[in-house]
């Protein structure tokens, strides 16, 4: 694995997507390559969007995950 990879996963596994459930980047990545291709697919699968916000703020980002997934810009690990 190179640097720059290594760096984007340690990222990804301190990021929090989801404040309330306290729910990381890596999670949602990992959702969404096992086939989670729809925001209720990712919700159903990591628990995102069940917490006191409701998903207001967690929303957006997965969607935003999910358009990178489509577009193929995601780093898969
Ligand atoms: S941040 Fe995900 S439910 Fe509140």
Same mark, same amino acid.
């Given at each position: #694995? /190179?640097k720059?990879e290594?760096?984007?996963l &340690?990222?990804d596994?301190? *990021? +929090? &997507?989801c @404040?309330?459930?306290?729910?990381? $980047?890596? *999670? #949602?990545? +990992? %959702? ?5 291709d729809?925001? =209720? +697919? &990712?919700?159903?699968a *990591? ?9 207001? $703020?967690c929303?957006p980002?997965?969607e /935003?995950?999910l358009? %990178?997934? +489509? =577009?193929?810009? #995601?780093k @898969? =690990?």
């Amino acid at each position: #694995m /190179e640097k720059e990879e290594l760096n984007q996963l &340690v990222l990804d596994k301190l *990021t +929090k &997507v989801c @404040l309330c459930k306290g729910i990381s $980047r890596a *999670t #949602m990545k +990992k %959702a969404i390559i096992g086939g989670a291709d729809t925001l =209720e +697919k &990712v919700q159903k699968a *990591t628990g995102a969007g069940s917490g006191s916000c409701h998903g207001n $703020r967690c929303t957006p980002k997965i969607e /935003e995950l999910l358009r %990178a997934a +489509k =577009e193929n810009q #995601m780093k @898969l =690990e």
